[in-house]
């Protein structure tokens, strides 16, 4: 976007039938090069001369997730996230969480199953990803989820889960974690049998 002193006087040379010739600070030939968006490869000038140019985020911190599926009898284990979330607070979810650095998928699976819920779990399988932007909080997470069965402990809070239970996958608690809503959404579209 141009600023008011360069519009203000390239209008004036023009008015003084000045040709303006501009030159890419960046090419080696002088030349801008337009991109797909209308910005030049090399030196990034706008090259559309839009009065606003939108603004892109280009932050790279979209993060990986762990969610886990335990269906039984019918019935889903939620949570409900406690206030110490600074996104999704008191929507009910799975078991999940954050991949520590360095740490493998199904570790991540088993860890956040045990300290959100003190459980164990076994028979980890791949159930899908999903893509979960959250435009309030501006954080963007890329969710693996996967599906497992109890294999010790009973299900219980936490300081991270409020409240925990099972729940008819007919009469799941509101409102879903954006994530949770996302997996049924997808599992919905793919048709995909539990």
């Given at each position: 976007m141009?600023?008011?002193?360069?519009?203000g006087f390239e209008k004036l040379l023009k008015e003084?039938?000045?040709?303006?010739?501009?030159?890419?600070?960046?090419s080696e030939?002088?030349?801008?090069?337009e991109d797909l968006h209308g910005y030049c490869y090399h030196c990034g000038r706008d090259m559309l001369d839009r009065e606003e140019v939108p603004q892109r985020d280009t932050r790279s911190d979209v993060k990986v997730g762990?969610?886990?599926?335990?269906?039984?009898?019918?019935?889903?284990?939620?949570?409900?996230?406690?206030?110490?979330?600074?996104?999704g607070a008191y929507s009910w979810c799975s078991p999940g969480g954050h991949i520590d650095y360095g740490e493998d998928l199904i570790d991540t699976a088993k860890r956040e199953s045990r300290e959100e819920m003190g459980i164990e779990i076994k028979n980890?399988?791949?159930?899908?990803?999903?893509?979960?932007?959250?435009k309030e909080s501006k954080k963007h997470y890329v969710t693996v989820w996967f599906k497992a069965d109890i294999k010790s402990g009973e299900p219980k809070s936490s300081n991270e889960l409020s409240m925990v239970g099972w729940y008819p996958l007919d009469k799941l608690?509101?409102?879903l974690f954006l994530c949770q809503e996302n997996y049924f959404k997808k599992l919905i579209k793919s048709e995909v049998k539990w």
């Open positions: 141009k600023d008011k002193l360069t519009k003084q039938g000045a040709k303006i010739v501009i030159v890419c600070s960046a030939d002088g030349k801008c090069e762990i969610a886990v599926i335990i269906e039984k009898d019918g019935k889903l284990l939620l949570g409900r996230r406690n206030k110490m979330h600074s996104h980890i399988k791949f159930a899908g990803i999903t893509n979960d932007v959250f608690p509101k409102p």
